[in-house]
């Protein structure tokens, strides 16, 4: 029996961790259309280089704003 509801609970915890993981990744998705869109890139033109580039300087203002806050 208690292995039952441990098997049960590990499947709900599994469950749960695929949402989290899902959730992050649309955040994600949407602040990297959200920050290209406001700044009028070109998609063509967005190497991995560059996004990588363009990632540390976003870091780079967001570790100086007080509590990382806008």
């Known amino acids: 029996m208690a ?6 609970q590990e ?20 602040l990297g259309k959200q920050i290209i869109k406001t700044s009028n890139l070109d998609y063509a033109s967005l190497s991995n280089q560059k996004i990588k580039d363009l990632a540390q300087k976003i870091a780079t203002i967001l570790n100086h704003e007080p509590n990382n806050q806008l």
């Open 3 to 8: 292995q039952s509801t441990l098997e049960k």
């Open 11 to 30: 499947a709900k915890l599994k469950q749960l961790n695929q949402k989290i993981k899902a959730e992050k990744s649309k955040i994600e998705q949407n």
